[in-house]
């Protein structure tokens, strides 16, 4: 199984419509646009997981820098996901007395 990573996607796709993109390439074993968190819209991007390698491969060599939507996808190979740190941190107050 290959995932790969689709961006430049019409705001308009869904989840349905990600993997309707890639049903004629192969089976598609999961597709996910992803959402931004606050607004609920789509972000432009998502992945996409093929079940063979072969027509994954397929698929990034016909699809990539093809229309759909009026805008040409981005699609590569997803890499895997890098551990980076949360944001947040060190809030508080400092130290001291404050008697």
Do not use: C, Q, W
Not at 66 to 86: C, T, Y
């Amino acid at each position: 199984m290959k995932k790969l990573f689709v961006s430049s996607l019409p705001y308009s796709v869904d989840d349905a419509g990600l993997a309707a993109i890639f049903d004629g390439y192969g089976t598609v074993v999961s597709a996910k646009v992803i959402m931004d968190r606050d607004t609920g819209r789509s972000k432009g991007f998502g992945f996409v997981e093929i079940e063979e390698d072969e027509e994954a491969m397929r698929a990034i060599k016909e699809l990539h820098e093809s229309e759909h939507g009026g805008r040409n996808l981005i699609v590569n190979e997803a890499r895997p996901k890098e551990d980076r740190p949360r944001g947040g941190g060190g809030g508080g107050y400092g130290g001291g007395n404050r008697y």
